[in-house]
Structures are given as C-alpha cells and as structure tokens.
C-alpha cells in the first residue's frame, strides 16, 4: 500500500463508493473471470488513496472442458459395457461417480468398464486438474439403459392339424417390441406377433414343431432375447 497504509480496500469496478472488503487479502468466492480494484487504506487516519490511483486485478478462471463419453448406453439385463473420454487432455484426470453430487468416487481413469448391470444406472464424471490451483469442469452425466429381457405369455395355434396344402395361424404375445418364427425344417419363417405357414401340396407337415423367440432391441444394435 501506498499513502502511507497500512491496509487495503477492494471495490467491484474503479469507481465504485462501497468496499467489498478492508485488508491486505481478500479471498471472495468466484465463479468466473472477474475484475477487482484496490486502494491503499490507512485504518488509524482513514485516508484512502485516490479513486484514480486504484490498481486493477484480473482473475482468470480456466476451468477443463466438460467430458465427452463415448460407449454404449443401450444394454441387456446382465451385460456390461466400457465408458472412455473421448479426446481426453493430458494433465487432467479424469474421475467417476457414482451419484450426482460427486462424492461417491468409483475410478480415476478415462476407460471406466461397469459392472454388471440389472437396471438403468448414471454414471457422473469431472475432469479435473492435478497441478497448481485444482479446478473441475462440470459434471457430464452418462445413463446407461438397461432393458429386460422379454418373455412370452401365450403362444397358440388356430389348428394342429393340417393336411397338405393347407395353412396354420400361429399367434404369440408377450412382452417383447418384436417376434421372430422358426421351425425345425425351413429355419427362421416370418416375424411379427402372428404368422401363417402355408404348407405346399405333397408336403408333409405331421410332427413338423414350431419355436418362436422374443426379441428387443439392446445392446450394440443386437436384440436381447
């Protein structure tokens, strides 16, 4: 301090009429770049130096970018999947939660494979510097989806009996978005909830068994079944 201070006072803009604070340090809580003024403050005569001959701090947050993640988020009911930072920035760690509010800490890694998983679940991680004064990015939030596994409630037949050339109606529910048909001659048939399998003249369809298997859509585009 200058003016024969011996403390400080800290002001918002060089003209502000109200202190922030009084004092040789001032430690506010900031949450992005900012500017501070200063005057010299004699606390036993209070003389303060002239508004002009304030001097101006700069502070500059650098906060890390928040993560991009790459895996896949769609899975079946047992499966795991990998989770990887997508470009990650040497010097930054890279750490996972398990709860939004980042105190549940699973791994400090840019590759973080799940468990296996029985229910949707979020995963939260930060970058974070590791050197100097220690800053996060904001939290990215990864949902990984698990879907279950769909079953059949009711599978029939609108005759078992069928002479050659004939057909039979097959219908099936349950909980699946889809159904594939197989036989155990011709392989996979038809898809859909109802399917009709039409049987040429001379052939044979005695002891002929049909299987149907549910089918939705899951992990890496394949179906979980």
């Not at 993560?67 to 930054?92: K, R, W």
């Not at 399917?195 to 002929?208: D, I, L, R």
């Not at 549910?214 to 890496?220: K, L, N, S």
Request: glycine share 10%; hydrophobic share 30%; charged share 10%.
């Amino acid at each position: 301090p200058g003016y024969n201070a011996n403390s400080c006072k800290w002001y918002a803009s060089a003209s502000a009429t109200t202190a922030l604070a009084t004092g040789l340090t001032y430690s506010p809580t900031i949450s992005g770049n900012v500017t501070y003024y200063v005057a010299s403050y004699n606390t036993g005569t209070g003389v303060e130096s002239p508004m002009g001959d304030r001097k101006a701090l700069h502070v500059s947050i650098s906060a890390p970018a928040i993560p991009t993640i790459s895996g896949t988020t769609d899975l079946c009911v047992g499966e795991s999947t990998l989770l990887q930072v997508a470009s990650p920035v040497s010097g930054l760690d890279y750490v996972w939660y398990s709860n939004a509010a980042c105190t549940q800490q699973l791994e400090n890694t840019t590759a973080f494979s799940t468990p296996v998983l029985t229910q949707n679940t979020d995963y939260y991680v930060i970058a974070r510097t590791t050197s100097g004064n220690i800053c996060q990015s904001e939290t990215q939030t990864v949902n990984v989806i698990v879907k279950t596994l769909p079953t059949i409630t009711s599978l029939t037949a609108d005759t078992t009996v069928v002479c050659p050339g004939g057909a039979v109606a097959l219908h099936v529910s349950g909980t699946g978005d889809s159904y594939q048909w197989s036989n155990a001659w011709s392989g996979n048939s038809g898809t859909g909830s109802s399917f009709t399998q039409n049987y040429p003249s001379g052939q044979t369809a005695e002891g002929t068994e049909y299987t149907t298997t549910v089918t939705a859509i899951g992990y890496q585009g394949n179906n979980c079944q």
